[in-house]
């Protein structure tokens, strides 16, 4: 009982180590394997961690809009191949 939760609290770590990367993969950024390797570099300093934070929050809106512009793209094109 005592491994399997070590190896709980050990995964529950992982993913708050990486959760900067992972919001910004989350999030269709371009930078987001720049924000992994911020944050597996120096994300065990607060500092790295909040900055590698912040990079993958930025400009959501952006990332937001060219994503839901590539998907009306492709279904305008779907469309078009119907007609």
Known sequence: M???LSY??????????FMPSMIAR??????AARVLLLNLFL??????WI???SWATKS???????????????RRSLESERD
């Open 60 to 74: 959501f809106g952006a990332d937001l809009r060219s994503a839901e512009n590539a998907a009306r793209l492709k």
């Open 43 to 48: 994300g065990w300093t607060i500092a790295g």
């Open 8 to 17: 709980v609290i050990v995964a529950m770590g992982v993913a708050v180590y």
């Open 2 to 4: 005592h491994v399997f």
């Open 26 to 31: 989350r999030r269709l950024k371009h930078e």
């Open 51 to 53: 900055g590698a934070l």
